[in-house]
């Protein structure tokens, strides 16, 4: 091989095993300037991932009480309802003190 | 390394800004090389000064270089490997970095250049081709050749 293309060969192999160049230390907070600059002085505010976390977590509860409370109000004025509807004992007897129900209803 | 450090800044602003665009359909490092190596080609354009001789290629080379991750016994043949990548056509340049600079899989270098593998292999083969004429045509004769 002529010597000219033995050169051209070792440049081109130069490069074997090359590492990756590390970033300056001061990188990031010279990023974060600029995107500042970029997003014409609005402040950026980045959350940490351990702060959602407890975002999400209290999101969660919150929503489990809600259907739990939820569930129960439901059952609850379904057994109100059973309770009220269930005015037979007193027209059996023919005697009605009380005619209107739904006073019993709109008190509760 | 200025213009290196102030691509990298460029890069992770757009990517702040255009992170709500990213879909998914390719892995995020194949994403984040795409804005790369579109910012990096943008501002080498930008400072248009790209040797095209042979005798510009010398000029050019004895500018001081310093990558950090070459071994110190290569550090002038990769002064003229990376001055004469500088000469190639953007495409060729792209495909070469990505494929033996950044040792990426041919696969994820076509998934980066929005490209087919088959085209990929050609770039390279056309990228070293032409590094190999142009390496061989400023042969520093009388020169060290280490």
Known sequence: MDKKEQWAKDVIHSVDGIKRAEPKENLLSDILDKLQIETKGRSIKIIPLKRLSWVAIAATL??????YAFN???????????IYSNNNIYSNNNIELITDFSLYIIDK | MEEAEETTQDVFIAIFQKANTFKGMSKVSTWIYRITVNKALNNIEKRNHRPKSATEIQDYHTIEFNHPGIKLENKEKAK??????????????????LSYIEELPRQEV???MGTSLKSVESLLQRAKNNLRKKLISIYPEGKSKT
């Open chain 2, 110 to 112: 076509a998934d980066i």
């Open chain 1, 62 to 67: 919150l929503l489990f009480f809600n259907i």
């Open chain 1, 72 to 82: 129960t109000v439901i059952k609850s004025s379904n057994t109100e309802q059973n």
């Open chain 2, 80 to 97: 003229y490997l990376f001055t004469t990548i500088d000469t190639l056509a953007n495409k060729q340049k792209t495909a070469f970095i």
